[in-house]
């Protein structure tokens, strides 16, 4: 494969008041993103919060209602041809001929990508393990085979980005785990950029460099995924000790100002202030209260999902 | 021009691997025919008197008729919609959207593809006809060589002109079955009340069925509207543009 690639000081996507709307519906809302180049970039967001809508402007299935958009350096809707012939897409449920082969699928696909394409599905299939059952009609495969040769379909154009929309629906555990080996690999080792749209939050953080959390329409945090687990966080440190109960009572008789809750196996101090951590550590120790484990409390991106996510329910 | 002649082989593919779809084709041409010339064989054979060859002239010219108006235009209708509107149908025309091909050469490469199914079938039919005519023809008169490809390129250009129009409705439906509902009811309904109704005069010529039928050649049986040969070619072309013109158009503006 070829992997000179789209230049990585130039976002791989980038928009501009972005805005789609179905009559009075706002789908998307003015979003402003850039996906860098070179990065597995995640879209986190619940069912109908816009992002395959988002998606569906990006590759020139539907027209935007305002806003501008970038795709590898080129200006969408005038470069769209260009831009799209370095892009591989799966947007929803990947749709084939059911009544051709795997291997003929990607015949008909490659007949309107460039020459060198029709070259290139002997390996694809390879690599995505559809080898041996390439011959095999489409309507015979399972959903995991049916999102495997889509991501074959994607790679005949040995795109410089791949935008997948919930590209893990209908794949096993083992193919969940394929599948991001698949993307760090494309990333790392390829230096393409792979722009991902999903509600499952663990799937995003495993493979993702960075992410935006996207709700009715609207960008409400991006960043790298340590940022967005960071963000808002309360900084605050987990202590594991006996009777969390009569620790609790003891701290909260010593410094009624200090922030804490009881756990079912501890207490969560909401400081990470040392000298206060060390200070509470040796008042249980003291009082001959174990204490097995201190650590600074670890938010998900989950945590940071739902945080704010209520946060705009509330707001609404 | 490479990767059209790829897309266009591309749309041939899908399209030959219909199996259903090109067995009906053959059905209602090469099978129609093949169970009109048995049903005359035979009754030529056990009642000549009342059942002439099946062969000659005169079954020539109904055969030309039926591939030319009635059977092998739904035939054409049928692998045209399928060109045009199966994509919009199944969802696959949003993957091929994305690799940012210009819709209009998606659009394109559709119709050489039907063109190319239907004029195998259309063609298939011809040479049995033509092979029945003159293999049993008996004693009644058989049409000219001259005459025989006038009639066979009637037939294609009559398939092929139906295709198009096929291929540019089922575009812009979207929808195989209303696509094939409408068009089939259009050929072999209400095109043909139409050129019966006097009054509508002169706008009948208007009908594609009139222009068609105003170019077979050799015998035609009742001529429904009369029109001159140029006005018929002038229709024709008409009906091919404007529906291939409205299925690019809605090629390119639909939501995929």
Not at chain 1, 213 to 237: K, M, N, Y
């Amino acid at each position: 494969m070829n992997h000179l690639r789209h230049t990585h000081t130039e976002p791989a996507i980038e928009t501009v008041g972005l805005t789609k709307r179905f009559d009075e519906r706002l789908a998307v809302d003015a979003v402003n993103l850039t996906v860098p180049a070179g990065s597995a970039f995640g879209l986190l967001g619940h069912n109908g919060a816009g992002k395959t809508t988002l998606i569906r402007m990006l590759v020139g299935l539907t027209q935007p209602s305002a806003g501008q958009m970038t795709l590898l350096g080129h200006e969408l809707p005038a470069g769209r041809e260009r831009a799209l012939s370095r892009v591989g897409a799966i947007v929803e449920e990947p749709m084939f001929y059911s009544h051709l082969s795997g291997r003929e699928n990607l015949r008909v696909a490659a007949a309107v990508r460039e020459p060198q394409a029709a070259g290139r599905i002997a390996s694809v299939l390879e690599r995505v393990g559809l080898s041996d059952r390439a011959d095999d009609k489409v309507r015979k495969y399972s959903m995991g085979m049916r999102q495997r040769l889509g991501i074959a379909r994607c790679l005949l154009s040995d795109p410089s980005l791949l935008i997948l929309d919930e590209p893990s629906n209908g794949l096993d555990p083992g193919g969940m785990l394929e599948f991001r080996m698949m993307v760090r690999a494309m990333v790392e080792e390829e230096g393409r950029t792979v722009f991902i749209s999903s509600h499952l939050l663990d799937e995003v953080e495993k493979i993702c460099d960075a992410a935006a959390i996207v709700d009715r329409g609207r960008i409400l945090a991006t960043g790298t995924i340590a940022e967005l687990r960071a963000d808002g966080e309360q900084h605050s440190t987990v202590i594991s000790c006996e009777d969390p109960n009569r620790a609790l009572t003891l701290l909260r008789l010593r410094d009624p100002e200090l922030g804490v809750e009881s756990l079912p196996d501890g207490l969560r101090l909401t400081t990470n202030d040392h000298t206060r951590v060390a200070a509470v550590n040796e008042l249980l120790v003291t009082h001959g209260i174990a204490v097995w484990r201190v650590e600074p409390a670890q938010h998900s991106l989950e945590d940071r999902f739902l945080q704010l996510t209520s946060q705009l329910k509330d707001a609404a | 021009m490479t990767r059209l002649r790829n897309m266009v082989a591309a749309d041939l593919l899908k399209l030959r691997k219909k199996r259903t779809m090109t067995w009906w084709a053959f059905l209602l041409t090469v099978g129609v025919l093949i169970a009109f010339y048995a049903y005359t064989l035979i009754a030529h054979a056990t009642d000549p008197l009342h059942h002439g060859p099946a062969g000659g002239l005169e079954h020539w010219g109904n055969a030309m008729s039926t591939l030319g108006l009635d059977f092998g235009t739904v035939a054409a209708i049928m692998i045209g919609v399928e060109a045009g509107a199966a994509e919009f149908a199944d969802g696959t025309f949003k993957e091929l959207v994305v690799t940012g091909r210009s819709r209009l050469a998606l659009f394109a490469s559709r119709i050489p593809a039907a063109l190319i199914v239907t004029l195998c079938v259309a063609g298939c039919a011809v040479l049995i006809t033509t092979a029945a005519t003159f293999a049993f023809a008996g004693g009644d008169p058989t049409p000219s060589l001259s005459l025989v490809l006038q009639g066979a390129g009637w037939v294609l250009l009559s398939n092929a002109v139906v295709c198009v129009v096929a291929v540019g409705l089922g575009a812009l439906m979207g929808s195989r079955s209303a696509a094939l509902i409408s068009l089939i009811a259009w050929q072999t309904i209400a095109s043909r009340l139409l050129m019966q109704t006097s009054a509508l005069g002169g706008a009948r010529k208007s009908v594609l069925d009139a222009a068609l039928t105003q170019l077979k050649p050799g015998p035609v049986g009742s001529r429904a509207v009369a029109m001159s040969s140029l006005l018929a070619v002038i229709v024709i072309a008409l009906w091919a543009l404007i529906a291939a013109g409205v299925g690019a158009w809605r090629t390119q503006t639909r939501d995929a």
